[in-house]
Nanobody
Framework: QVQLVESGGGLVQAGGSLRLSCAAS????????VGWFRQAPGKEREFVAA????????YYTDSVKGRFTISRDNAKNTVYLQMNSLKPEDTAVYSC????????????????WGQGTQVTVSS
């Protein structure tokens, strides 16, 4: 069983930065891939980025490439999402998901889901 808790969200002006954290319980978290997703008001949840269990493979949706970076520290059971050059359209609830075998963009392939943290980007 893996429990995920996100933190680091907040209010930031356009062009600013935030770093989100996804902290996990469980001694085997280092063997899980993690994906970040976001859901804006009135929209479906969408894939943002994912990282393999080793951290060697990462994926990004096109709209965040070059601005967001996903990374992990398995010693701390934590995955990060560094978000730079934020835009108002990045405003959403960001959540992390984990799965032992899957690290792609399909939300429902992940076995464990976090509750999310709000990110608001003002113009």
């Amino acid at each position: 069983q893996v429990q995920l808790v996100e933190s680091g969200g907040g209010l930031v002006q356009a062009g600013g930065s935030l770093r989100l954290s996804c902290a996990a319980s469980g001694r085997t978290f280092s063997s899980y891939a993690v994906g970040w997703f976001r859901q804006a008001p009135g929209k479906e949840r969408e894939f943002v980025a994912a990282i393999s269990w080793s951290g060697k493979i990462t994926y990004y949706t096109d709209s965040v490439k070059g601005r967001f970076t996903i990374s992990r520290d398995n010693a701390k059971n934590t995955v990060y999402l560094q978000m730079n050059s934020l835009k108002p359209e990045d405003t959403a609830v960001y959540s992390c998901n984990a799965d032992r075998n899957y690290s792609g963009p399909d939300l429902y392939e992940y076995d464990y889901w976090g509750q999310g943290t709000q990110v608001t980007v003002s113009s």
